[in-house]
């Protein structure tokens, strides 16, 4: 945690802090859950009903999600062990959005195979068709999920870049710029010029970009996702990378973090993040402070300013 919430965490709390940064193992899980009466999780610590089964009788009560996403985390489970489980909105939006226009940018212009070819001391110079990509302005960008994230980027694109904006999602929106709401995530795909994943991860979104998706693409699309690495069938995007079906990606989550398939890595047009979306400080901080709150109202006998389960 950044220094600013472990000081208010330990102002509020009896505090133990794991130096290491790699997810909770199964066993982790179990002491954490037998042994402290709030647990602060991250999107790691896959707290699967397995792991709540193999506690009797808990004397955690409950899960202050660091994140807004909640899908490493079987909320049915929880429930049934009488654990509350909470999460972070809203101060992620901004940060999130963020990310995906860099990534759009990214992509579009070869940023990072430009940056690459002159680290490698491989620059010529300037010439008119050199690394030649594809304009952003005046393009269509195609968002699958519009809530708080989803209309951040909409709103970006639309008035930094003039951006047609077209839509998927399960509800109707209200959307404060002007954007078409589709009826499937292939429509979406087969208008855009830039495909934009801003789903939650789970059951329901697993591998909601598959093989039909990417099919439905232009071969000059680009492929965005910020959202859960789930969400695309890594292997099918690959292929259609490799077969010069779609033109590129960027990428800030993968299936299966922190392992990079090679293949991905070996494709020069995908730019590959190493899951930024939420990393600067203040955000960080806020995401923080946030799940306090919720520890805080909860121990102090009030309902939690963000209920997941």
């Known amino acids: 945690m950044p220094a600013r919430v472990l000081e208010a965490a330990r102002a509020a709390f009896d505090v133990e802090a794991r130096g290491d940064t790699t997810p909770l193992t199964a066993a982790e899980m179990r002491a954490a859950l037998a042994e402290f009466d709030g647990v602060l999780p991250t999107l790691g610590d896959l707290f699967s009903a397995a792991v709540f089964a193999g506690v009797e009788s808990p004397r955690c009560r409950i899960l202050a999600n660091f994140g807004v996403g909640t899908n490493h985390i079987d909320a049915d489970a929880a429930r049934a062990a009488g654990i509350t489980v909470t999460n972070t909105p809203g101060v992620v939006t901004d940060a999130t959005a963020d ?24 620059w010529e110079g300037w010439h008119p068709t050199q690394m030649l990509g594809t304009h952003v302005s005046g393009k269509t960008v195609g968002i699958v999920g519009m809530g708080r994230i ?14 047609e904006v077209v839509y998927h999602n399960r509800s109707r929106k209200d959307v404060s710029v002007p954007a078409r709401q589709l009826g499937s995530v292939a429509e979406v795909a087969r208008a855009a010029d830039f495909l934009v994943l801003a789903v939650p991860g789970g059951a329901e979104t697993r591998h909601l970009v598959d093989e039909g998706v990417l099919a439905a693409m232009k071969p000059s699309a680009h492929l965005v996702n910020i959202a859960r690495g789930d969400v695309v069938d890594e292997a099918a995007l690959v292929a259609a990378l490799r077969d010069g079906r779609i033109a590129g990606a ?10 990079v398939p090679p293949a991905l890595r070996e494709l020069e047009g995908v730019t590959l993040l190493p899951h930024l979306g939420t990393a600067t400080l203040e955000v960080r901080e806020a995401m923080g402070l946030m799940a306090l709150e919720n520890l805080r109202a909860f121990f102090g006998g009030k309902d939690v300013p963000n209920p997941v389960a």
């Open 99 to 122: 990310i995906a226009l860099m990534l759009i940018l990214m992509t579009a212009r070869r940023a990072g195979e430009g940056e690459r070819m002159l680290r490698a001391g491989l």
């Open 150 to 163: 989803g209309q951040a980027i909409a709103q970006r694109c639309h008035a930094g870049f003039g951006m």
């Open 250 to 259: 960027g990428l800030d989550v993968y299936e299966r973090e922190p392992e």
